[in-house]
Every structure is written in C-alpha cells, then in structure tokens.
Nanobody, 125 residues
Framework: QLVESGGDLVHSGGSLRLSCVASGFTLNYFGIGWFRQAPGKEREWVSCISNIDGRTYFADSVKGRFIASRDNAKNTVYLQMSGLKPEDTANYFC????????????????????WGQGTQVTVRD
C-alpha cells in the first residue's frame, strides 16, 4: 500500500512537499513514479526515480521546479515542488514498479504495480 500526503492549497510561487509512504513492502529497489490528474484531464506523468540508474527524471512542464527523492530508511519517497503555478493544480499520485524502470518506461502508467490514493494540490493566483 502507498499513502500520499502533503497536498494543500497554496498561492502561485509557493512550495509543497508531497510524501508517499509504503507499507507492506520495501520501496528500496522499486522504481517510483509521480503522476497527476486534474479534473476533466488525462492522468499526466510528472516524475520518476529509475531503479536502473538511480536518476530522477521530470516532465518538461515541471523540470527545474520539482525534485524527487527517496529515503529508504523511512520507506518514503518525496516530491518537492516549488514555483507552483495554477496549472499544477491536480490530484497527485505516487506509484511503484517492482520491475526495472528505465526512463523510457516512466510515463507509462501500466508499468507500475502499486498506486496511492492521491493527494490534492491546489494553486491559486
């Protein structure tokens, strides 16, 4: 099970840190993805942490503003978001892939085996 937290209402330019805690399994060797979905829109890939090269990758829309990280001791992954814009408003989900997760597979939701329930981020002008 994955449980996200940290979503909130902030103003443009603000920052938030989303957390995603795993229970029942260890995240250490999993590939991690972050996705978001706004009302009436398709689910959009945001970021991933590859378990092949250990690197983080980001969609162009958030590159330079978001940072993804993991704390294996806490079995938790994070998405640090800064410079938030109204278009970042969405329900944010973390996902875990027990198999290899190369950069090329990151945006495909079918790659992931576990999903959280989401946490709402709202950005107002």
């Amino acid at each position: 099970q994955l449980v996200e937290s940290g979503g909130d209402l902030v103003h443009s330019g603000g920052s938030l840190r989303l957390s995603c805690v795993a229970s029942g399994f260890t995240l250490n060797y999993f590939g991690i993805g972050w996705f978001r979905q706004a009302p009436g829109k398709e689910r959009e890939w945001v970021s991933c942490i590859s378990n092949i090269d250990g690197r983080t990758y980001f969609a162009d829309s958030v590159k330079g503003r978001f940072i993804a990280s993991r704390d294996n001791a806490k079995n938790t992954v994070y998405l640090q978001m800064s410079g938030l814009k109204p278009e970042d408003t969405a329900n944010y989900f973390c996902a875990a892939d027990k198999g290899p997760l190369p950069r090329s597979d990151c945006p495909d939701p079918r790659e992931y085996d576990y999903w959280g329930q989401g946490t709402q981020v709202t950005v107002r002008d």
